[in-house]
């Protein structure tokens, strides 16, 4: 991340800060890991503190129907059942002590506001386009943008459509870009797949100066509690930090090829605690004259291998839809499926896009996903 700052702010922090009309601004301190981790400092019109009710908490744990696989498995992400409300429209999937991951399909916008408080969000953007609406200032968005939201961010989403789809992440560490590719100041390296300026930081709005009750759904412990506030969340006139939501889209990912294949970490994007996040763009294949394109059999003993397949044709299964989620567990050997391997031979050049998250502990499957699973997958490999 890199510093930013919108709006009015006072010269110096911890400081008096007024209004034109002499009324104090409050200040709040915006970040994770205690004092330690990055933050932004916001400052409102009014005390964000201010509830006026609370009230019961709704569960939402993801229920599980398989807690140890060793199995390779096939989801069908066409098949997850849409729903009107934003947070309805979750489906996970997959899920462990580190994330969670699924589908939402929602056809409308928030008329409330919404702030998970336990895990940092991402949402790759499948189908359709919006506005995430944010405290700190609003991102627009379309398909191929992946929504990085910090926890604690207070947001809304406007949709655009009806047909919106996300690829959902949530994660209980902070989601970053790779370390590998910063120096010791945290600037993106000229060997990094992306720089600054393919991320993009939220847009000014000026705050909402209104009193009244102001329904934030908060998410912690897997149960969502709805607080009722005096003020609006959008009262911020300005902020500054390290520490807001941004977008990045996936076609700004600047491949690294090579004369033979190359293996998965060059398509690294993100990452968090025990996990990393890649994207699989559209690129040269390997220019090796005895080059095989198709990725080589592999075990990833340490790690799971999720991918999430959303534009163009993947060249290393068959019979692969968009939207499907495919789960290679950890110590199981998988590779490219029968023919794949001498399909590749002699291509030049992919027009596939994927989301690719390798967790480092392994994942429980859940009742949502057994659902929407494909049988035959696990032995899809017989010739």
């Given at each position: 991340?890199?510093?930013?700052?919108?709006?009015?702010?006072?010269?110096?922090?911890?400081?008096?800060?007024?209004?034109?009309?002499?009324?104090?601004?409050?200040?709040?301190?915006?970040?994770?890991?205690?004092?330690?981790g990055i933050s932004s400092l916001l400052y409102h019109i009014h005390r964000p503190?201010?509830?006026?009710?609370?009230?019961?908490?709704?569960?939402?744990?993801?229920?599980?129907?398989?807690?140890?696989?060793?199995?390779?498995?096939?989801?069908?992400?066409?098949?997850?059942?849409?729903?009107?409300?934003?947070?309805?429209?979750?489906?996970?999937?997959?899920?462990?002590?580190?994330?969670?991951?699924?589908?939402?399909?929602?056809?409308?916008?928030?008329?409330?506001?919404?702030?998970?408080?336990?895990?940092?969000?991402?949402?790759?953007?499948?189908?359709?386009?919006?506005?995430?609406?944010?405290?700190?200032?609003?991102?627009?968005?379309?398909?191929?943008?992946?929504?990085?939201?910090?926890?604690?961010?207070?947001?809304?989403?406007?949709?655009?459509?009806?047909?919106?789809?996300?690829?959902?992440?949530?994660?209980?560490?902070p989601i970053y870009t790779p370390k590998r590719y910063r120096n010791e100041f945290?600037?993106?390296?000229?060997?990094?797949?992306?720089?600054?300026?393919?991320?993009?930081?939220?847009?000014?709005?000026?705050?909402?100066?209104?009193?009244?009750?102001?329904?934030?759904?908060?998410?912690?412990?897997?149960?969502?509690?709805?607080?009722?506030?005096?003020?609006?969340?959008?009262?911020?006139?300005?902020?500054?930090?390290?520490?807001?939501?941004?977008?990045?889209?996936?076609?700004?990912?600047?491949?690294?090829?090579?004369?033979?294949?190359?293996?998965?970490?060059?398509?690294?994007?993100?990452?968090?605690?025990?996990?990393?996040?890649?994207?699989?763009?559209?690129?040269?294949?390997?220019?090796?004259?005895?080059?095989?394109?198709?990725?080589?059999?592999?075990?990833?003993?340490?790690?799971?291998?999720?991918?999430?397949?959303?534009?163009?044709?993947?060249?290393?299964?068959?019979?692969?839809?968009?939207?499907?989620?495919?789960?290679?567990?950890?110590?199981?050997?998988?590779?490219?499926?029968?023919?794949?391997?001498?399909?590749?031979?002699?291509?030049?050049?992919?027009?596939?896009?994927?989301?690719?998250?390798?967790?480092?502990?392994?994942?429980?499957?859940?009742?949502?996903?057994?659902?929407?699973?494909?049988?035959?997958?696990?032995?899809?490999?017989?010739?």
């Amino acid at each position: 991340m890199r510093y930013n700052h919108s709006g009015n702010i006072p010269q110096k922090r911890h400081t008096i800060f007024k209004s034109p009309e002499d009324k104090f601004y409050y200040e709040q301190l915006f970040g994770t890991e205690g004092f330690h981790g990055i933050s932004s400092l916001l400052y409102h019109i009014h005390r964000p503190t201010q509830i006026k009710s609370i009230g019961t908490a709704k569960d939402v744990t993801p229920k599980i129907a398989v807690e140890k696989n060793v199995t390779p498995r096939m989801f069908k992400g066409m098949q997850v059942t849409p729903e009107d409300d934003f947070l309805d429209s979750r489906k996970f999937l997959l899920v462990n002590n580190d994330l969670k991951m699924g589908l939402s399909k929602p056809r409308k916008s928030t008329d409330y506001f919404y702030k998970n408080a336990e895990c940092d969000e991402l949402l790759f953007v499948h189908e359709g386009s919006g506005v995430l609406k944010t405290f700190v200032g609003n991102l627009d968005f379309s398909t191929g943008d992946y929504l990085i939201i910090p926890r604690g961010t207070i947001y809304q989403v406007e949709l655009h459509s009806e047909n919106t789809v996300f690829f959902v992440l949530e994660s209980h560490s902070p989601i970053y870009t790779p370390k590998r590719y910063r120096n010791e100041f945290g600037q993106l390296l000229e060997h990094s797949p992306f720089c600054e300026r393919d991320i993009i930081a939220p847009t000014f709005v000026e705050p909402k100066d209104e009193k009244g009750e102001f329904l934030i759904k908060v998410k912690k412990e897997n149960q969502i509690t709805d607080f009722i506030y005096a003020t609006h969340p959008f009262d911020v006139v300005g902020w500054d930090g390290y520490f807001y939501p941004y977008k990045f889209n996936i076609k700004n990912f600047e491949p690294i090829t090579g004369r033979i294949h190359q293996p998965p970490p060059i398509h690294q994007n993100f990452e968090g605690h025990n996990f990393v996040v890649c994207s699989f763009c559209a690129r040269m294949y390997d220019y090796h004259p005895l080059a095989i394109p198709a990725p080589y059999n592999h075990s990833n003993i340490d790690s799971d291998e999720v991918l999430f397949y959303t534009e163009g044709d993947f060249m290393s299964r068959n019979h692969v839809d968009l939207m499907d989620f495919s789960l290679h567990p950890g110590g199981i050997v998988h590779g490219p499926h029968p023919g794949a391997m001498e399909r590749s031979i002699g291509k030049k050049f992919t027009e596939e896009y994927a989301v690719m998250v390798d967790p480092f502990r392994p994942l429980k499957i859940t009742e949502e996903a057994m659902k929407v699973e494909d049988p035959t997958y696990k032995t899809s490999w017989l010739e």
